[in-house]
């Protein structure tokens, strides 16, 4: 019997000790470290306003966020093909995406810039899916209409738009893109690319979107219309801010000098410049 208990006792020292060499190993040894190809994880895709296509070095988690597209925008991008064979893409520059998002707030789709205003149809309700323009006429406010998503598409026109860029579904990016596709059609794409709203751009897409005015202030088709003032208040504001989350430092308008400058007004303003002292002292 004490045979057996002094077994007993050397098993359970053996299994102690080898416990304590296990700990020692796992406390004063070397540590384990990821293989490399590990420690090197790929970026996480997100989107930028900025479009900054450098390395991810730095990312934080609020940039791995993915931004809301009325705030997505490019910097130095051109039109074109994204890739041998693909369809034609138009570039979605801050300039671009500040006149989609005042269509959409012409248009009561602006949604506080949310993805939701994709989705809403004439009269207010939403669209249980983007998976293709709903082509639905809905009745509202003595009108009837069938246009639907951020820019109000009418079930032809979406027809055209898509087919000439080959867009697949109704999503955000391909309404984005057939957007930009009508400002071309109406010629008013190289004004928009002036980062100015003017009347001259309003008046030309006024035949388009029936809430944008005429030079003469009023709807192309007799609708309730946006005041030209308050399209451009809200166009420069959301340009402000789509230039400042890319990162473009705001243009400082030169001041102009006096002309013509022989006229007394010039030459008057020359001496109030230069002061009492400055002229006392024959400078």
């Not at 003017?198 to 388009?208: F, G, N, S, V, W």
Request: some cysteine.
């Amino acid at each position: 019997m004490a045979f057996v208990l002094r077994r007993c006792v050397l098993s359970v020292q053996r299994r102690l000790s080898l416990l304590a060499f296990v700990a020692g190993c796992c406390v004063a040894g070397p540590s384990l470290q990821a293989p490399a190809h590990a420690q090197q994880l790929p970026a996480r895709p997100h989107l930028l306003a900025a479009a900054n296509t450098g390395t991810a070095d730095g990312v934080t988690l609020q940039d791995l966020t993915p931004r809301p597209h009325s705030q997505v925008a490019l910097l130095n991008a051109t039109d074109g093909p994204a890739g041998e064979g693909q369809p034609f893409r138009f570039a979605i520059t801050p300039e671009r995406r500040a006149l989609l998002n005042t269509i959409r707030y012409a248009e009561g789709t602006w949604a506080r810039g949310e993805n939701l205003g994709y989705r809403i149809m004439f009269g207010g309700g939403l669209m249980p899916h983007l998976e293709r323009h709903p082509d639905r006429v809905v009745y509202a406010g003595g009108y009837a209409s069938a246009a639907a998503g951020a820019y109000q598409f009418m079930p032809f026109t979406w027809a055209r738009a898509s087919r000439s860029l080959q867009l697949p579904g109704f999503g955000p990016d391909v309404q984005d893109q057939a957007a930009i596709f009508l400002i071309q059609l109406r010629g008013a794409l190289p004004l928009a690319d002036q980062g100015a709203f003017t009347p001259e751009l309003a008046a030309r897409l006024a035949p388009e979107w029936a809430s944008f005015p005429t030079l003469a202030g009023r709807s192309f088709y007799g609708q309730p219309v946006k005041r030209y003032g308050a399209l451009k208040a809200f166009y420069e504001r959301n340009l402000a801010e789509l230039r400042a989350i890319a990162g473009v430092a705001p243009s400082v308008a030169e001041v102009p000098s006096c002309e013509p400058v022989d006229s007394l007004r010039c030459r008057l303003e020359r001496l109030d410049r230069l002061g009492p002292r400055q002229l006392a002292q024959g400078r």
